[in-house]
C-alpha cells in the first residue's frame, strides 16, 4: 500500500488500541500521533473530520474513518 496512514488516537482508550492492533496484524504501517499531547495533530484531527472530537480517526490517502469499523478500514486501505 503506498497510501500514508495516520492514527490519531488517545491513551486508555480501548477502541484506539483496537485500531492500531488491527491495522498492525494487517501489516499496514501508521503513524501513530496522540492527540492529547500534540495540539497541531488535535488540529488536524478535527479538520480531517469535519469536526470529530472522540477518536480513533485514521487518514489514509484521502479517506478518513472515524471510530474503530472493520470494513471500512478495510476497504480504505484496499483489503475489500
Do not use: H
Not at 2 to 13: G, H, L, M, Q, Y
Request: some cysteine.
Amino acid at each position: 500500500m503506498d497510501r500514508k496512514v495516520k492514527v490519531f488516537s488517545t491513551p486508555n482508550c480501548d477502541l484506539c488500541e483496537r485500531t492500531r492492533r488491527f491495522l498492525t496484524e494487517k501489516g499496514v504501517d501508521f503513524d501513530y500521533v496522540d492527540v492529547t499531547r500534540d495540539r497541531d495533530g488535535l488540529l488536524e484531527m478535527r479538520e480531517l473530520s469535519r469536526g470529530a472530537r472522540s477518536a480513533p480517526v485514521v487518514s489514509i490517502g484521502d479517506k478518513v474513518v472515524v471510530g474503530f469499523n472493520k470494513d471500512e478500514l478495510e476497504k480504505a486501505i484496499g483489503l475489500l
